[in-house]
């Protein structure tokens, strides 16, 4: 690992406790990082079974780091609380509506459910971890909720923590709750939370439902919300229509911007694109971020720091990229 600088420009180094704890095996190397081949994304972190990922140690050490901080465990419990709403049977009479009334009506209620953005794109096998199978449910309905952004600028403090674990539990209680509204109307749902997912990923599904585009950073650029929001995910097999990828310019904006790469303590976020899995994409260098994140208990600095995640800011934004566009169309 590299001495990257930190904020305050001095080389940060991984804790030694960390050190002792990481596997041999590159988080990278997991990840598919380098890997010229497609092949189906395998779990590096956030599983707590005890064995299916390699860095195991590592993920409990975090999770045992602020045990005796009350905010904290509180979150965490709040988190967990969401989790545990039992999932209805599904009914035995099912209700037949167009895919359009029923796109409408799913939608409708992630918003009622606290849902800040929503949409609907056709699940597909490949978002599946390689350790697990492929889960029930041809349409995936994916709802965004935006941070308190005055919480995550304070990132890597404690109420950026507490911010993501309440936006995490909101997340999962309005997963919840749709699924049980579909599932009472005769159709199978299943709820998927974060941030133990556990066996699908939920960026692509979300970018491919409309809802931004993968940044710089290595998470979502939503055109109202920027980087500072979390995902939750309703796996269905309710008859819906799928929405559209939204292409506003956000990853070309990343294309010269380095807001969130200088602003980096451990220097983990590429300038350019990174061959993954077979395909070139944004990265970040999870051998450099982890360490970070675990030794201040959170991290969320990138997210916080990207322009479009400012509040005011958008709008601009987009106009310039749709300026831009424009003008490259017209030389062309």
């Known amino acids: 690992m590299g001495n990257a600088k930190t904020a305050a420009g001095k080389p940060y180094q991984p804790s030694a406790e960390v050190m002792a704890l990481w596997p041999e095996i590159s988080g990278n190397s997991i990840n598919g990082f380098g890997d010229k081949k497609w092949h189906k994304p395998r779990p590096v972190f956030w599983r707590t079974d005890g064995k299916s990922i390699s860095h195991t140690d590592v993920l409990f050490y975090f999770y045992a780091k602020d045990r005796d ?42 918003l009622d459910s ?16 390689d350790d697990r199978p492929v889960p029930q449910g041809k349409w995936a309905i994916v709802m965004g909720f935006a941070h308190n952004y005055e919480n995550m600028k304070t990132a890597p403090h404690e109420d950026a923590y507490i911010e993501v674990m309440a936006q995490y539990a909101r997340a999962g209680a309005a997963a919840k709750h749709l699924t049980n509204w579909i599932r009472e109307r005769g159709h199978f749902a299943e709820a998927k939370t974060g941030p133990n997912t556990e066996d699908v990923l939920m960026i692509p599904a979300a970018i491919e439902a409309g809802l931004g585009e993968l940044g710089k950073h290595g998470s979502m650029i939503n055109k109202k919300h920027g980087s500072s929001f979390r995902l939750s995910m309703v796996l269905t097999d309710m008859p819906l229509l799928p929405d559209a990828a939204d292409e506003f310019g956000g990853d070309q904006f990343c294309q010269s911007c380095q807001v969130c790469s200088k602003a980096c303590p451990p220097d983990a976020i590429y300038k350019d694109k990174q061959m993954v899995r077979g395909d070139a994409k944004w990265y970040v260098d999870f051998d450099k971020c982890l360490p970070y994140f675990v030794d201040n208990k959170t991290c969320g600095i990138c997210l916080a720091v990207c322009p479009w995640s400012r509040p005011g800011i958008a ?15 017209a030389g062309s």
Not at 84 to 95: F, G, L, Q, W, Y
Not at 316 to 323: F, S
């Open 315 to 329: 709008d601009n934004l987009l106009q310039k990229m749709a300026r831009r566009r424009a003008a490259e169309v």
């Open 69 to 110: 901080n009350e905010a904290i465990a509180s979150s965490r419990r709040y988190r967990e609380e969401t989790k545990a709403i039992p999932t209805s049977d599904i009914a035995d009479v099912k209700i037949e509506k167009t895919p359009e009334d029923w796109a409408g009506a799913v939608k409708q209620v992630a």
């Open 114 to 129: 606290k849902a800040d953005e929503v949409g609907i794109c056709a699940y597909q096998p490949e978002w599946t971890y």
